[in-house]
């Protein structure tokens, strides 16, 4: 099992920054690829970005290319989403995600966060 513990959410104006946290424990961090989702009410979870088992390998949704990055240090067992230029439809419970194979799809990823809010004021 991992447990994965998202942070650093919370309200911020149009164009302002944000960075994510995510905490893993209970198996080996460096054995997993993770990805950063979110979910608006009344729409389907979102692939934004996932980074390889040892940050090699980056991939992001074009809806957030060149304002979001993310990041891992497998020494903390944690990923990051650095968020900047946010919009207000970036609004959203933001989750990340870990599974040993890197994808791009919810289905992919096996173990989920619980999820936190992320709220962009126009």
Same mark, same amino acid.
């Given at each position: 099992?991992?447990?994965?513990?998202?942070?650093? =959410?919370?309200?911020? %104006? !149009?164009? @302002?920054?944000? #960075?994510?946290?995510?905490? +893993?424990?209970? *198996?080996?961090? &460096?054995?997993?690829?993770? =990805?950063?989702?979110? %979910? !608006?009410? @009344?729409?389907? #979870?979102?692939?934004?970005? +996932?980074?390889? *088992?040892?940050? &090699?390998?980056?991939?992001?949704?074009?809806?957030?290319?060149?304002?979001?990055?993310?990041?891992?240090?497998?020494?903390?067992?944690?990923?990051?989403?650095?968020?900047?230029?946010?919009?207000?439809?970036?609004?959203?419970?933001?989750?990340?995600?870990?599974?040993?194979?890197?994808?791009?799809?919810?289905?992919?990823?096996?173990?989920?966060?619980?999820?936190?809010?992320?709220?962009?004021?126009?």
């Amino acid at each position: 099992q991992v447990q994965l513990v998202e942070s650093g =959410g919370g309200l911020v %104006q !149009a164009g @302002g920054s944000l #960075r994510l946290s995510c905490a +893993a424990s209970g *198996r080996t961090f &460096s054995n997993y690829a993770m =990805g950063w989702f979110r %979910q !608006a009410p @009344g729409k389907e #979870r979102e692939f934004l970005s +996932a980074i390889s *088992r040892r940050g &090699s390998s980056t991939y992001y949704a074009d809806s957030v290319k060149g304002r979001f990055t993310i990041s891992r240090d497998n020494a903390k067992n944690t990923v990051y989403l650095q968020m900047n230029s946010l919009k207000p439809e970036d609004t959203a419970v933001y989750f990340c995600a870990a599974d040993r194979t890197l994808g791009t799809t919810p289905t992919g990823y096996q173990y989920w966060g619980q999820g936190t809010q992320v709220t962009v004021s126009s």
